[in-house]
């Protein structure tokens, strides 16, 4: 066990030397490297977690790092006094004790590269971008939704530094029905847990003895941030304690986040021809490896392969949104020319320190391949080039390219709509009351991002019934109503009576 630690761990350091630079700006993950706990030993941890814990213990004996030599003690023993230490484990050294929350800087020890490529990609604003609240709109306004109207937080404080009478602006407060939780702050947090923060992440919050809140974890989403600087949850994608790649690189490692009626991806997927592909010929595909030769490790390529393998020459990353030329969940789709996203790093820079604005940021919308949309488009013809001509490929982006200029104007006659609108004073306080602003939001939200998204990946289904048939219906009912509430306030003369004496305009949910 001893000699192929040393191997394994000599790869590593290798890796680790190549890309410390910017990983060195966390203290805590330098501390971290340079620690050597004294007197403890793997088969300790398991005398009493072999009992304890066999589920856990089993998946890490299945896994490469126990035959690596790596275990318990690689990830979960820290210095006394680091910032997730859990100070009141019933076995602890002189210098040593064991930590609950494992994050990336625990990772970034061995596996520095992967990490990096991770700060730099969209997904390591998952956690923080909604939760940033001053200076940022946006994250001001996902916060409030989570919170404020499908939690009802109703007098809390505050979050994240925005006043909880700020947060309360604008939800009805003329029935008891809008008032599911109002008094307790801690019921509505404990809610919100159950939602957005297990697919995107959260602030991991641990108690004086380093014991995680229930409000914060367990948590696999995307991206948390946790108290040493770390960002991510590399077991979102590899769970733990197999830590497997070959896990990673099916599609089902996606697609427990990436489905529904705001990014059908896993639906999108499946309903290509590589996904019928995919279902019908398991027999070609090889997940053990991440090497992509047709008809040997695959016949036609799943998520992984287009977001992050490296086939045909190219890197293989863990940034995935490299190879996106567009940005496609964004009410308006823009081109990805900011470079590398900034979310992860401000938060890993700032060593684990939570300052709204600061350490907690929005990130980089336009994050995608540092040397511009071109050179994204360009990888991701690189992967279809495997298995396709140039004809086809060139044929297929002008059709994607197409639907996105297509859903960019219905967006501006929505937009100019809304805009008018809101001068007029005809849009209601609580805007999830308003029929005009609940198609709105459908429009770009749930079936602008199907449209766009489905003629991106080549599901027809999506990109029509689902997508742009969706969304000419939402313009059409978002223009009667805009016609209505117009005519009415030339009738009375005021917005106010416009919006008290309009009938109930009930909106079909577009599934
Ligand atoms: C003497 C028995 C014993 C030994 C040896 C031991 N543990 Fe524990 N461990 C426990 C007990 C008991 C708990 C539950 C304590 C609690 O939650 O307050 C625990 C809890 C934990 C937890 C937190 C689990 C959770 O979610 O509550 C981790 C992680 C952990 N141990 C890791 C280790 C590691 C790593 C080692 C080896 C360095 C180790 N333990 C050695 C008994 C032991
Ligand atoms: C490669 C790193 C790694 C190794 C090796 C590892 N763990 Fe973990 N462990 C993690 C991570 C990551 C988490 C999740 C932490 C989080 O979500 O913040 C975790 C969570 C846990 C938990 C709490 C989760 C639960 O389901 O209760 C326990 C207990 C635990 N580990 C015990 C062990 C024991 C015992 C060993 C040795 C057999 C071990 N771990 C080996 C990384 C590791
Ligand atoms: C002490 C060093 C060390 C630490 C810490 C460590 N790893 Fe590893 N990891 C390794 C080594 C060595 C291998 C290579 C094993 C092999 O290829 O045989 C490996 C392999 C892997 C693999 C590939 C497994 C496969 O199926 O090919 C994944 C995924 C992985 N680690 C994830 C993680 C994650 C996530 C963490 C943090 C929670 C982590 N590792 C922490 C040393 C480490
Ligand atoms: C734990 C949930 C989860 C899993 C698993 C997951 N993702 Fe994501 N993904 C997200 C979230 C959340 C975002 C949105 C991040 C943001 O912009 O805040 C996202 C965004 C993305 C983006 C867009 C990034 C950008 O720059 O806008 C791509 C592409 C992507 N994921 C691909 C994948 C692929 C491929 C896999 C599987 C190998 C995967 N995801 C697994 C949650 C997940
Ligand atoms: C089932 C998993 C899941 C849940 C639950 C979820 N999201 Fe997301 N979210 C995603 C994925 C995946 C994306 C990326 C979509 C894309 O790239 O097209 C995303 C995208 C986003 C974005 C746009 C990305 C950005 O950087 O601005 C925001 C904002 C967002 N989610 C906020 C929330 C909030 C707030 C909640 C809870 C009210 C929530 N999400 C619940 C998976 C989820
Ligand atoms: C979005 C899903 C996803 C997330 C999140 C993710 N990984 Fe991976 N990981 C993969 C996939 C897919 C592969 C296989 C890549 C390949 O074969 O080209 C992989 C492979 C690896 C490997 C093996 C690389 C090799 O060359 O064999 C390591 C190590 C690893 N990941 C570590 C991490 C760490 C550390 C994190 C957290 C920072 C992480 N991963 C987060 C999907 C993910
Ligand atoms: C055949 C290659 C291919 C496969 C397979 C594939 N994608 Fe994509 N994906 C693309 C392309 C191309 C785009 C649009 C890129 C651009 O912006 O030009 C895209 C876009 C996306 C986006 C939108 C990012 C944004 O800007 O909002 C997400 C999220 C995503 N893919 C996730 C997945 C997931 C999850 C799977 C598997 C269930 C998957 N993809 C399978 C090629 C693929
Ligand atoms: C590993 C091989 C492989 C890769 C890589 C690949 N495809 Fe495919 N693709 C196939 C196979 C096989 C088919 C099925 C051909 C058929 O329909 O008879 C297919 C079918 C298609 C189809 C539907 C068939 C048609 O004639 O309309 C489209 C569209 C398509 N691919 C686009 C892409 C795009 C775009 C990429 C890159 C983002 C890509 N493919 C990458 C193997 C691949």
């Given at each position: 066990?001893?000699?192929?630690?040393?191997?394994?761990?000599?790869?590593?350091?290798?890796?680790?030397?190549?890309?410390?630079?910017?990983?060195?700006?966390?203290?805590?993950?330098?501390?971290?490297?340079?620690?050597?706990?004294?007197?403890?030993?793997?088969?300790?941890?398991?005398?009493?977690?072999?009992?304890?814990?066999?589920?856990?213990?089993?998946?890490?004996?299945?896994?490469?790092?126990?035959?690596?030599?790596?275990?318990?003690?690689?990830?979960?023993?820290?210095?006394?006094?680091?910032?997730?230490?859990?100070?009141?484990?019933?076995?602890?050294?002189?210098?040593?004790?064991?930590?609950?929350?494992?994050?990336?800087?625990?990772?970034?020890?061995?596996?520095?590269?992967?990490?990096?490529?991770?700060?730099?990609?969209?997904?390591?604003?998952?956690?923080?971008?909604?939760?940033?609240?001053?200076?940022?709109?946006?994250?001001?306004?996902?916060?409030?939704?989570?919170?404020?109207?499908?939690?009802?937080?109703?007098?809390?404080?505050?979050?994240?530094?925005?006043?909880?009478?700020?947060?309360?602006?604008?939800?009805?407060?003329?029935?008891?029905?809008?008032?599911?939780?109002?008094?307790?702050?801690?019921?509505?947090?404990?809610?919100?847990?159950?939602?957005?923060?297990?697919?995107?992440?959260?602030?991991?919050?641990?108690?004086?003895?380093?014991?995680?809140?229930?409000?914060?974890?367990?948590?696999?989403?995307?991206?948390?941030?946790?108290?040493?600087?770390?960002?991510?949850?590399?077991?979102?994608?590899?769970?733990?304690?197999?830590?497997?790649?070959?896990?990673?690189?099916?599609?089902?490692?996606?697609?427990?986040?990436?489905?529904?009626?705001?990014?059908?991806?896993?639906?999108?997927?499946?309903?290509?021809?590589?996904?019928?592909?995919?279902?019908?010929?398991?027999?070609?595909?090889?997940?053990?490896?991440?090497?992509?030769?047709?008809?040997?490790?695959?016949?036609?390529?799943?998520?992984?392969?287009?977001?992050?393998?490296?086939?045909?020459?190219?890197?293989?990353?863990?940034?995935?949104?490299?190879?996106?030329?567009?940005?496609?969940?964004?009410?308006?789709?823009?081109?990805?020319?900011?470079?590398?996203?900034?979310?992860?790093?401000?938060?890993?820079?700032?060593?684990?320190?939570?300052?709204?604005?600061?350490?907690?940021?929005?990130?980089?919308?336009?994050?995608?391949?540092?040397?511009?949309?071109?050179?994204?488009?360009?990888?991701?013809?690189?992967?279809?080039?495997?298995?396709?001509?140039?004809?086809?490929?060139?044929?297929?982006?002008?059709?994607?390219?197409?639907?996105?200029?297509?859903?960019?104007?219905?967006?501006?006659?929505?937009?100019?709509?809304?805009?008018?609108?809101?001068?007029?004073?005809l849009?209601r306080?609580?805007?999830?009351s308003d029929p005009f602003?609940k198609?709105?939001?459908?429009?770009?939200?749930?079936?602008?991002?199907?449209?766009?998204?489905?003629?991106?990946?080549?599901?027809?289904?999506?990109?029509?019934?689902?997508?742009?048939?969706?969304?000419?219906?939402?313009?059409?009912e978002?223009?009667d109503i805009y016609n209505y509430r117009?005519r009415m306030?030339?009738k009375y003369?005021?917005?106010?009576k416009v919006l008290e004496n309009e009938p109930p305009m009930p909106v079909?949910?577009?599934?």
């Open positions: 066990m001893k000699k192929t630690l040393t191997a394994g761990l000599s790869v590593a350091a290798i890796a680790s030397a190549a890309f410390a630079g910017n990983l060195d700006s966390n203290p805590n993950y330098v501390k971290l490297k340079n620690f050597h706990p004294k007197g403890v030993s793997n088969s300790q941890c398991l005398m009493c977690h072999k009992t304890m814990d066999p589920g856990i213990v089993a998946d890490w004996e299945h896994s490469k790092h126990a035959k690596a030599g790596v275990g318990c003690v690689q990830c979960h023993v820290v210095p006394k006094d680091y910032p997730t230490a859990f100070k009141t484990h019933p076995y602890q050294g002189a210098n040593w004790t064991v930590q609950i929350a494992v994050s990336s800087v625990t990772c970034a020890k061995c596996h520095a590269k992967e990490v990096k490529e991770f700060l730099n990609s969209g997904h390591a604003r998952a956690g923080v971008q909604w939760l940033a609240g001053n200076g940022s709109k946006h994250g001001y306004l996902m916060s409030k939704l989570a919170y404020n109207y499908e939690s009802l937080k109703g007098n809390n404080p505050s979050l994240n530094g925005v006043s909880g009478a700020k947060m309360d602006k604008g939800i009805r407060t003329d029935g008891s029905v809008y008032n599911a939780e109002q008094k307790t702050p801690r019921i509505a947090n404990l809610n919100v847990a159950n939602t957005c923060i297990q697919c995107h992440g959260t602030t991991i919050k641990l108690n004086k003895n380093g014991v995680p809140d229930a409000t914060t974890w367990p948590n696999d989403g995307m991206a948390s941030v946790y108290p040493d600087g770390g960002v991510s949850s590399c077991t979102a994608c590899h769970s733990r304690h197999t830590f497997s790649a070959a896990e990673a690189r099916q599609p089902a490692a996606c697609e427990n986040c990436h489905l529904g009626p705001d990014h059908p991806d896993k639906e999108i997927f499946e309903s290509s021809v590589h996904g019928h592909i995919f279902e019908t010929n398991q027999q070609y595909y090889n997940f053990s490896t991440g090497k992509q030769i047709p008809d040997k490790t695959l016949r036609a390529p799943t998520c992984f392969t287009c977001h992050m393998s490296g086939i045909n020459g190219l890197h293989a990353t863990h940034n995935v949104s490299l190879r996106l030329k567009w940005n496609l969940w964004a009410p308006k789709s823009f081109l990805r020319t900011g470079g590398h996203e900034t979310a992860g790093w401000a938060f890993w820079n700032g060593g684990g320190k939570i300052i709204n604005g600061k350490t907690i940021t929005r990130g980089n919308a336009k994050a995608g391949n540092p040397n511009g949309p071109e050179a994204a488009r360009a990888q991701m013809e690189k992967v279809c080039a495997t298995c396709h001509e140039v004809t086809f490929i060139k044929n297929y982006f002008q059709r994607v390219d197409a639907a996105v200029n297509v859903y960019n104007q219905y967006r501006a006659f929505a937009n100019k709509m809304m805009k008018n609108l809101k001068a007029k004073g849009i306080a609580d805007v999830w602003f198609l709105y939001y459908y429009l770009w939200h749930h079936e602008g991002r199907r449209f766009r998204q489905g003629a991106a990946m080549g599901s027809p289904d999506y990109a029509h019934w689902h997508g742009v048939f969706e969304v000419m219906q939402d313009i059409r978002m223009n117009m306030l030339k003369g005021s917005a106010k079909v949910t577009h599934e």
